[in-house]
């Protein structure tokens, strides 16, 4: 295979070193401040080169890993140099993707040949299926590079728990894909709103869901089936088990843990704490013959240091009723978010809470005038009630940048100026362990507790 690379010539620092050197805690405070305009890029053609560039490998180019790469073309000073994969035809499509906006790279199928070749590389994004995170995300690690690597963590703790332990032991920064925790508008409600200004009073309850309509299995293009002995090698039964490893239980956790835990990850940001039990409740109701739950309903329990609070969940995969979308609940209001937000970028107010005209004023929250509403009845004070409670205060802030970006661009931040990273792994750690015990809940039929101890890698 090909193994020419662009090196910088004429430097007596080398990238990786000048990178290691200047962290510039100020320039990371600026990017900080800038997030809440969340204004976004333009696609580069050609890529400039400049010191502090960043050389990245892509190890696993599916759906996921386009959607990242796709990301970080819009972020300034990424210079993608290799792209790995096991299936020619992601392989194919990436590349030539990257090749259209002047990345030339390195194609490879086993990531054990791109850390022996590729010399060069800063960083790498691990977007494969989450049983082999920890394989990838530890080898690069190993070899000296920083690693920005897709939730879930992994389907087993014991895994998971290997990639706290060998960033650690490295010191090089691995960030987890709960991109959510790097979105400015989830800052603003979360850190700001919630938790500083306490708009909502005491957070008694949170509700979430993700529902998505019914689909079939996924296909492949017969041109570029993995042969039966090459899929074996790389520990697949099937092309079918391949393309749809989400619902094989050697590979992934199942709906719940592939679309729950960017959402359950949000619950013990806004309660302070991790939760103390779970009960659950699914089943393979309707796509026979699948490995993993079609649909689970859960209830978290917290302790927190105002009081029990609990917080209800839901994945669907028959039905896209409502969407996805996240609420808090408090004794003054309530707030609704979402990635999506037409979906929830709102808080209501309750008559008897301290006003928020004040918050209009330091611009941290919207005003919208409520709809008048005819209500046939007698009941004066029914048809005050009801129009009241229909005014939202809209939030302030917008992000016009794909949902993946700010989170890629914390980590790339991290790296060149030394600021904190937004989802470390002892953070994506705690959410795995969260989730991973909701099955364990399904299947057992009853309440399970949770020991802090656990949520410690």
């Known amino acids: 295979m090909d193994d020419t690379r662009t090196k910088d010539k004429g430097q007596g620092l080398s990238r990786r070193d000048f990178l290691r050197t200047s962290a510039s805690a100020g320039l990371g405070m600026a990017v900080a401040g800038s997030a ?12 400039d ?9 892509v190890i696993g180019a599916g759906e996921q890993g386009r959607i990242l790469i796709d990301s970080c073309l819009h972020i300034p000073g990424i210079r993608f140099k290799a792209v ?8 194919r499509y990436s590349s030539r993707y990257l090749k259209k906006y002047g990345h030339e790279v390195n194609v490879y199928e086993d990531y054990r040949e791109l850390l ?7 960083a790498a994004i691990v977007a494969t299926p989450d049983w082999m995170h920890a394989t990838h995300a530890n080898a690069c690690l190993e070899a000296g590079l920083h690693v920005y690597c897709e939730k879930e963590m992994s389907n087993s703790l014991s895994r998971a728990r290997s990639m706290v332990q060998t960033a650690r032991k490295t010191g090089k920064l691995l960030q987890i894909g709960h991109q959510r925790r790097s979105n400015p508008r989830y800052l603003h409600a979360i850190d700001t709103l919630i938790r500083e200004k306490r708009i909502l009073g005491r957070v008694s309850h949170a509700y979430a869901q993700w529902n998505r309509a019914k689909a079939d299995m996924r296909g492949w293009n017969k041109l570029y089936a993995i042969p039966p002995d090459q899929l074996a090698q790389y520990g697949y039964t099937s092309m079918t088990a391949f393309r749809n490893w989400r619902w094989y239980k050697r590979y992934a956790g199942g709906p719940v843990v592939d679309l729950g835990s960017h959402q359950i990850d949000l619950f013990s940001w806004v309660f302070g704490v991790n939760p103390s039990t779970v009960l659950a409740s699914g089943g393979v109701d309707y796509y026979k013959g699948r490995e993993w739950y079609d649909n689970v309903m859960m209830i978290y329990e917290f302790e927190t240091e105002q009081g029990a609070a609990r917080a209800m969940y839901q994945v669907q995969t028959t039905t896209k009723h409502g969407g996805f979308y996240e609420a808090f609940m408090g004794d003054d209001g309530s707030l609704v978010i979402s990635e ?11 008559a008897h809470a301290p006003e928020w005209d004040s918050l209009v004023k330091e611009g941290l929250l919207q005003t919208e005038k409520p709809p008048i509403q005819k209500v046939d009845t ?21 992000l016009a940048k794909p949902a993946h970006q700010p989170h890629l661009e914390n980590f790339f931040n991290a790296i060149r100026h030394d600021i904190p990273l937004n ?13 991973l015990k909701v099955n364990e809940a399904v ?12 949520f410690k890698a």
């Open 36 to 47: 809440l305009s969340a204004r976004g890029f333009a696609l580069t053609q050609e890529p």
């Open 49 to 57: 080169s400049s010191p502090d560039d960043l050389n990245l490998a």
């Open 84 to 91: 790995c994969d096991i299936w020619e035809y992601s392989q």
């Open 116 to 122: 022996a070749k590729e010399n060069d590389l800063d």
């Open 340 to 350: 999506v937000p037409q979906r929830g970028n709102w808080a209501l107010r309750e």
């Open 378 to 398: 007698r009941n004066i004070f029914l048809d005050v009630r009801v129009t009241a409670e229909a005014g939202r205060w809209p939030l302030p802030v917008e």
């Open 423 to 435: 989802c470390p792994p002892e953070v994506g750690y705690e959410t795995a362990v969260a989730v």
């Open 443 to 454: 299947e057992s039929q009853r309440l399970l507790r949770f020991r802090p101890d656990q």
